[in-house]
């Protein structure tokens, strides 16, 4: 049960003994009573011990009754106040509501009447305390599905030649009405940093950008920008530049406020990503030799709207011809080319996700002649895209306290499906990843910061420092004190 703290000010002792010995016999496990002789003796002890209730006298030496309020409520706005008056004066009455006082009593009361006011402000600092903490549990659970959110906003983007209905349902959820974001894509030199290091790159976005991150994506990694900001990007790339993972160039596309335009943005991205050799951040502009992405987009939907219908002939044609426009744009860019091919097949096995085989097999027809492995992806892409989304949740998340049944819900699948599609996909069990990110993460922070051990265990989800040393010690064969002596010498 919470207790909760009483202050009264009056400057008669007798008045003061009468209510502690009234307080303590009605509320003996509810209440911690205090008292105060006169105003400024009121307004010294409050900072001390925080009263949730004040009992206070008009009439006292020094600072009356009102002033003290007034002084109280610039540093305690959410106390509860009770005055306590032998004069019923209408001036100290309107001057008590004006200061939104709890109630209002006239000396001499009955000792119930005090009582039931008290029952009452206990009421209200209950419901109070309930409300906040409701509050704060949405918060959490909010905090808990941010990493999901982000990941369903970026996905939304990519499908949208598909379900553009997903993303557009979404845009009101990260931009206010009349708001514009941006996406840019960066990437480096080698994809070293998704294995290497996929959470150090995506903290340091955080850090520099107002943004949403998205998982990596063959090799890049989307992100959503929430303010224009083209020197803090700059700022970005030279930072990611200076990890030792290779040179990070990034893609900028143009502001958009709503589906269309937000996809248009990440389109651009990729064509300025594509586009940034000798510069590490390249800004999409409507120059002649930039690709009209705008008709791209329109062949897209062309080419999913015949293959949902069955038209295997006339979406091949739309394919080739977007191979070939992509193509043109990245006459030197042939990975560049093949990461979209791979792109617009996953959506593309989305879209025909309702014919079942018979729509995969369409892709498969349409997929001869021109990339084997490319057609075998598709076959893979339920496995791949759910192994995805954990990693990329995981990757997020991994500093929360998470369970297997956390983690499932955060994907949508049962515990049971996600530990057998995450182990045939990756070869080791959801938790094992989840330890080995842990326990990477800690060596990056042993290595590169002044936090203590205790500190980078509660960092990288562990409340038990003593357990991420024995994991630790399991994993690597090294001892943290070991490894943060290392890098102190060098």
């Known amino acids: 049960?919470?207790?909760?703290k009483v202050l009264a000010s009056d400057d008669e002792q007798i008045v003061l003994d009468s209510f502690r010995w009234i307080l303590q016999q009605t509320f003996p496990d509810r209440l911690e009573i205090h008292t105060a002789r006169?105003?400024?003796?009121a307004i010294r002890l409050a900072a001390e011990i925080k009263p949730d209730i004040f009992l206070m006298d008009?009439?006292?030496p020094g600072l009356n009754g009102i002033e003290t309020i007034r002084a109280l409520r610039e540093t305690d706005p959410r106390a509860l106040f009770i005055i306590l008056s032998a004069h019923n004066d209408f001036s100290y009455a309107r001057e008590a509501v004006s200061l939104g006082v709890f109630e209002y009593l006239l000396k001499p009361m009955e000792r119930s009447s005090l009582v039931n006011v008290l029952e009452a402000a206990l009421a209200r600092l209950k419901e109070r305390d309930d409300r906040a903490q409701r509050q704060w549990a949405l918060l959490e659970r909010v905090e808990r599905l941010e990493p999901?959110?982000?990941?369903?906003y970026i996905h939304a983007v990519i499908d949208y030649r598909a379900e553009p209905e997903n993303l557009e349902s979404m845009v009101p959820l990260f931009l206010a009405s009349g708001a514009s974001g941006f996406f840019l894509n960066l990437c480096f030199e080698s994809e070293a940093p998704v294995i290497k290091s996929p959470t150090s790159v995506r903290d340091l976005v955080k850090q520099k950008l107002n943004c949403l991150v998205g998982p990596w994506v063959l090799g890049r990694l989307p992100v959503f920008c929430l303010a224009e900001d083209h020197q803090a990007v700059g700022e970005l790339a030279?930072?990611?530049s200076g990890l030792g993972l290779g040179t990070c160039r990034i893609g900028v596309g143009?502001?958009?406020h709503d589906g269309a335009s937000l996809y248009a943005s990440y389109q651009e991205s990729l064509w300025a990503l594509a586009a940034s050799r000798d510069t590490l951040v390249n800004v999409f502009s409507a120059a002649p030799e930039a690709p009209n992405l705008a008709a791209q987009g329109?062949?897209?939907?062309?080419?999913l709207l015949y293959l949902r219908q069955g038209r295997v002939h006339d979406a091949r044609r739309y394919f080739e011809d977007l191979v070939l426009s992509w193509r043109t744009a990245w006459p030197d860019g042939e990975t560049i080319v093949r990461r979209h091919i791979m792109e617009l097949l996953i959506v593309a096995k989305n879209s025909v996700m309702p014919l079942g085989k018979a729509g995969r097999a369409d892709i498969v027809l349409i997929m001869e002649g021109f990339d084997p492995q490319i057609s075998l992806a598709i076959w893979l892409g339920?496995?791949?895209t759910l192994v995805t989304r954990a990693c990329s949740y995981l990757e997020t998340s991994f500093d929360k306290d998470l369970s297997l049944d956390d983690i499932a819900c955060a994907v949508g699948v049962s515990t049971g499906h996600l530990s057998h599609v995450f182990k045939q996909g990756l070869g080791v069990t959801v938790l094992d990843y989840l330890t080995d990110l842990r326990v990477n993460r800690a060596r990056e922070l042993l290595e590169h910061s002044q936090y203590s051990i205790k500190q980078i265990a509660g960092l990288v989800g562990y409340r038990d420092p003593n357990y991420l040393s024995r994991l630790f010690k399991q994993k690597t064969g090294r001892t943290l004190s070991d490894l943060r002596q290392k890098a102190v010498q060098s």
Do not use: S
């Open 1 to 4: 049960m919470t207790v909760y």
């Open 58 to 60: 008009i009439l006292m």
């Open 298 to 303: 329109t062949d897209e939907k062309q080419f």
């Open 254 to 256: 143009r502001p958009g």
């Open 148 to 152: 999901a959110l982000e990941q369903a």
């Open 238 to 240: 030279q930072r990611l």
């Open 382 to 384: 339920p496995l791949e």
């Open 38 to 41: 006169n105003g400024l003796e």
